[in-house]
């Protein structure tokens, strides 16, 4: 079996750099399937490089095990450091799988809270017990195959992931793989593709693409009547088909926020995170047949259906979407605490699991610019780093980067309320690095700080994207600062719909 590797290990291995192996795949000797390039192509692309064949997964392992032990050796001294050390690495891997299994725990019990939201439609009660009996068996069963997975057969899982078949959008060239189970749309939405789409159930036509080779197999009924030409051409549903074998089809993407088109989806809260003291993080779910399109970065009015203004219109507000648009249905946002506008404090005071949540847009083109071959720079101004989070998810899913910096500043230290996640992209990606920046919340300040810091850090800007989220006035100082050192206007890129704590000007 071919060996896939993600482009920063298939550079480790060559010794070259990740944009080495981009410039093979832009000039077409090297194809890429979702994020991922095969051996055997990387040998042909790379005929003289010298290849370190070694089997890297069990030479890392190794590595952080001998890390461990060196660590705890030369903390404690004695015969039982060796012993610690150890314990430690079991206990890591039981914390990893109790995580697992706490993460289906949670999935189980959402479900079963949806099933009973459809039972409370449903007249027959007989018919929805049967029903909710049914999926309940069906979904913990699931759950007990997925514990009983041994090592052995978790290999064999990945190996049957490497011949699942690939798929190749036209005229984008974008690729990914598709689970058979899942249909054409959801690989590619779960991809980070932005695919055209509208009811996701096989009626509106809106996903519809021309099958250029390849076999797809219909996963179930579809209302749409194609015309006599679309048929003649071979146009296909992708909500409703699946990929038998490796195929190509021509379909739109969305390439700029014009493409999105603006839609109205009724959301229910899914959950309320209250730990930071700083930010609320909400999270809302949509209906499985009408999942929000949007491109990372973009943002979204929201609208509490059961809390009026005195016009009697719900609260609403306007907020980045800090999640990527491969979660479509999970959309996240963050709520200042310290915001004294009535839907901040409706949030905080009032709102729900399962209240509604009407919302409306997506709005703006704060948004990655997936052509540049450019490395990236991010910097976020408190809460502005929702929306900056979104674009990193979505980087990451596209893995075209080939170095990416991002720079967080507040003022002070317990305002950064995902530093944890922040660190754990900055430990487990080789080619991102994480800055935190405490300052003056003073524009002319928080300017000089941030310019300190590129010129420290980057012997130029010239082959950088910036994408900078923070107040207007800020954003506006920045602009020509940028320009100074070389920064060209196409490569800078401002958001301004902002929450958090002000900057005095
Ligand atoms: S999304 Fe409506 S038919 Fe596929």
Wanted: with cysteine; charged share 25%; hydrophobic share 35%.
């Amino acid at each position: 079996m071919d060996r896939h590797l993600s482009l920063s290990q298939a550079a480790r291995l060559i010794g070259v750099k990740r944009g080495d192996i981009q410039k093979k795949i832009q000039e077409n000797k090297l194809t890429v399937m979702e994020g991922t390039v095969v051996l055997s192509d990387l040998k042909k692309a790379f005929p003289d490089a010298a290849y370190e064949d070694n089997t890297m997964l069990e030479k890392m392992e190794k590595f952080m095990q001998d890390a461990v032990h060196k660590m705890v050796q030369s903390e404690r001294d004695g015969a039982q450091a060796d012993a610690l050390s150890r314990r430690i690495i079991k206990i890591n891997k039981e914390l990893a799988e109790e995580r697992k299994q706490a993460a289906n725990m949670e999935e189980l019990i959402d479900g079963m809270k949806q099933k009973f939201i459809e039972l409370n439609v449903i007249s027959n009660p007989e018919h929805a017990f049967n029903e909710i009996r049914q999926w309940f068996n069906t979904a913990h069963n699931a759950l007990e195959e997925d514990k009983l997975t041994t090592p052995v057969e978790q290999l064999e899982n990945q190996i049957k992931q490497f011949m699942l078949p690939h798929v190749r959008l036209l005229p984008s060239r974008h690729d990914y793989i598709s689970d058979k189970s899942e249909t054409l749309l959801e690989s590619a939405l779960r991809s980070g593709l932005a695919v055209d789409y509208g009811c996701n159930n096989g009626k509106c036509g809106k996903c519809r693409a021309k099958l250029l080779s390849g076999q797809v197999e219909k996963t179930r009924h579809q209302d749409y009547i194609f015309s006599e030409s679309e048929k003649s051409q071979g146009y296909i549903l992708t909500c409703s088909n699946a990929a038998k074998t490796d195929i190509t089809l021509e379909t739109e993407e969305a390439v700029s926020a014009d493409d999105i088109p603006l839609q109205t989806i009724a959301s229910k809260v899914k959950k309320i995170d209250h730990s930071s003291e700083h930010v609320i993080i909400l999270t809302l779910k949509t209906p499985r047949s009408q999942r929000l399109r949007f491109l990372a970065g973009q943002h979204i009015e929201l609208n509490l259906d059961n809390y009026l203004q005195d016009n009697s219109e719900p609260v609403n507000a306007e907020y980045s979407i800090a999640s990527c648009p491969c979660e479509p249905s999970n959309l996240e946002f963050h709520i200042p605490v310290n915001n004294n506008a009535a839907f901040a404090q409706t949030v905080i005071q009032d709102l729900k699991n399962n209240d509604s949540v009407t919302l409306e847009g997506p709005h703006g083109s704060f948004v990655l610019d997936e052509d540049s071959p450019n490395s990236l720079i991010f910097v976020a101004w408190d809460t502005g780093f929702s929306a900056i989070k979104s674009l990193i998810e979505h980087a990451m899913s596209l893995d075209h980067a080939e170095a990416i910096h991002l720079y967080w500043m507040t003022t002070k230290v317990e305002n950064h309320y995902l530093d944890n996640l922040c660190r754990s992209w900055n430990d487990a990606l080789d080619n991102f690095t994480y800055t935190r920046i405490m300052c003056e919340a003073k524009t002319d300040v928080v300017a000089e700080t941030l310019m300190l810091h590129l010129h420290d850090e980057h012997s130029h800007l010239l082959n950088f994207d910036l994408y900078i989220a923070a107040p207007g006035h800020l954003n506006h100082l920045l602009k020509p600062l940028l320009t100074s050192h070389g920064v060209k206007g196409q490569n800078m890129h401002f958001e301004s719909t902002f929450h958090g704590d002000e900057i005095i000007d």
